[in-house]
């Protein structure tokens, strides 16, 4: 699942998980307040989670009632503001953390918090 | 017994003579006490003299002190003044900086993963996706630019850089190539701006004005959107209403400033670094006139701009 207010960045996500055939792109809101409706209707496994979001809901706020909701699912915080990298790392509900400018690191992310091999190419 | 007596009226005389001329010594002496006496008091009166000059000079010393105190306190005053501004130019500063930052990254970032995605895997990527990617590349570098223009006018504005070219332009159709270029729902705007009404004004200003007023009608406000004009004085008044939730009351004051942006549902589902009406303000302003905001009635938002009028239109 994907919660990212910028409907680009939705695009790059959903194109980077399209070459992993281990990845499904099950629903993309824009908001927390979304993505938490959306997590009790679809069985989600990873959620790629932005942090300044439409809605009142930020994604450090929003991650460990993401978990609530979805104990077993896996949050990758993905942000353009480094800053938040420590804050991130206090935050026992999410597992990974990635700056939007490293976005050849967000499938090999995935698969590492999925615990999950990459293919072989 | 005649020379007896006059033997002894003799001595009687000396001896008065003699009494005469203590006498006359005594009072030679207390002359004498009395002129060291007048002395002794002169002395004294230039002693209180002396005294009282003393305390006159030590008086204006005094004086002379505490005027320099108060100029120390009013000195220590100021320089607190100065300080105190200092930290809320330094702290406007940091958060310009903070948020300026974040905004600008947002674009970059995403600048910067498509065109990754596309340098490390260009051939995997299907026609469409790459054609995506590049059309994102553009309008995130757009976005990029159009802020990175906002936060240049606004420091110009702030610098007191920025200049006006004023032009003779008719209102009416500035007002309408506004729309023209704005890409609106025409339907849902009325204008009512006289066809004689003309403002002397920097013509690339005005068009920024009026863009940002009536984009902002629709993006934080609801149609029907109405613009009106009128003549008021050496003025014209640019009115711009909208049917919206208005702007809550206890964020008006800071309505104009930089980066502010109320938390309405409005605005937190539009993008936007609120920096569209302080720049609008400034724009305003060098041109010599002025804005405000004024709640619409029955309800939504009226915001108002004062562009100095062309002669001929209030003749």
């Known amino acids: 699942m994907i919660v990212e207010d910028d409907e680009d960045i939705r695009s790059l996500i959903r194109m980077l998980f399209k070459k992993e055939p281990?990845?499904?792109?099950?629903?993309?809101?824009?908001?927390?307040?979304?993505?938490?409706?959306?997590?009790?209707?679809?069985?989600?496994?990873?959620?790629?989670?932005?942090?300044?979001?439409?809605?009142?809901?930020?994604?450090?706020?929003?991650a460990p009632l993401l978990k609530l909701v979805v104990p077993e699912v896996k949050i990758i915080l993905f942000t353009a503001d480094p800053g938040l990298r420590s804050q991130a790392a206090a935050e026992v509900a999410i597992d990974g953390f990635l700056v939007k400018t490293e976005f050849s690191q967000l499938v090999p992310t995935a698969l590492r918090v999925c615990n999950l091999q990459p293919l072989a190419v | 017994?005649?020379?007896?007596?006059?033997?002894?009226?003799?001595?009687?005389?000396?001896?008065?003579?003699?009494?005469?001329?203590?006498?006359?010594?005594?009072?030679?002496?207390?002359?004498?006490?009395?002129?060291?006496?007048?002395?002794?008091?002169?002395?004294?009166?230039?002693?209180?003299?002396?005294?009282?000059?003393?305390?006159?000079?030590?008086?204006?010393?005094?004086?002379?002190?505490?005027?320099?105190?108060?100029?120390?306190?009013?000195?220590?005053?100021?320089?607190?003044?100065?300080?105190?501004?200092?930290?809320?130019?330094?702290?406007?500063?940091?958060?310009?900086?903070?948020?300026?930052?974040?905004?600008?990254?947002?674009?970059?970032?995403?600048?910067?993963?498509?065109?990754?995605?596309?340098?490390?895997?260009?051939?995997?990527?299907?026609?469409?996706?790459?054609?995506?990617?590049?059309?994102?590349?553009?309008?995130?570098?757009?976005?990029?630019?159009?802020?990175?223009?906002?936060?240049?006018?606004?420091?110009?504005i702030e610098s007191g850089g920025l200049s006006a070219s004023p032009e003779p332009i008719s209102l009416g159709l500035a007002i309408e190539n506004c729309l023209d270029f704005g890409n609106l729902d025409r339907k849902s705007i009325s204008v009512s701006?006289?066809?004689?009404?003309?403002?002397?004004?920097?013509?690339?200003?005005?068009?920024?004005?009026?863009?940002?007023?009536?984009?902002?009608?629709?993006?934080?406000?609801?149609?029907?959107?109405?613009?009106?004009?009128?003549?008021?004085n050496n003025f014209v008044q640019i009115r711009v209403m909208d049917s919206g939730a208005g702007v809550p009351p206890e964020f008006i004051s800071k309505l104009f400033s930089k980066f502010a942006r109320a938390q309405t549902s409005k605005t937190k589902s539009t993008k936007g670094a609120g920096l569209g009406l302080s720049i609008v303000r400034g724009l305003a302003e060098v041109n010599g006139g002025s804005t405000s905001y004024e709640q619409n009635f029955p309800n939504g938002s009226c915001f108002v701009v004062s562009l100095p009028a062309l002669k001929r239109s209030i003749s």
């Open chain 2, 193 to 232: 701006c006289s066809e004689e009404l003309l403002v002397l004004v920097d013509p690339n200003h005005l068009g920024r004005i009026l863009d940002n007023y009536i984009q902002n009608a629709f993006k934080y406000g609801a149609p029907p959107v109405h613009v009106k004009a009128v003549l008021v």
């Open chain 1, 22 to 62: 281990r990845f499904t792109v099950v629903g993309q809101v824009e908001s927390a307040e979304e993505g938490l409706e959306l997590a009790n209707s679809v069985e989600v496994g990873l959620i790629v989670l932005d942090h300044g979001l439409t809605g009142d809901l930020t994604g450090l706020v929003a």
């Open chain 2, 1 to 156: 017994m005649t020379s007896v007596s006059s033997q002894v009226l003799e001595s009687e005389q000396i001896d008065a003579t003699n009494y005469t001329k203590a006498l006359l010594n005594i009072l030679d002496d207390f002359n004498i006490d009395r002129e060291l006496q007048d002395s002794n008091n002169n002395a004294i009166l230039n002693i209180f003299d002396d005294i009282t000059d003393e305390k006159i000079q030590l008086e204006e010393t005094q004086r002379a002190i505490l005027n320099v105190l108060d100029d120390f306190d009013a000195e220590r005053k100021i320089a607190e003044k100065s300080n105190a501004d200092l930290v809320v130019v330094n702290e406007s500063m940091r958060n310009f900086i903070g948020i300026a930052s974040h905004d600008l990254r947002s674009p970059l970032a995403s600048i910067m993963g498509f065109a990754s995605v596309l340098a490390e895997k260009w051939t995997s990527y299907s026609e469409e996706d790459r054609e995506f990617s590049v059309a994102a590349i553009f309008r995130q570098s757009q976005k990029l630019s159009s802020l990175v223009d906002d936060l240049f006018t606004l420091s110009s």
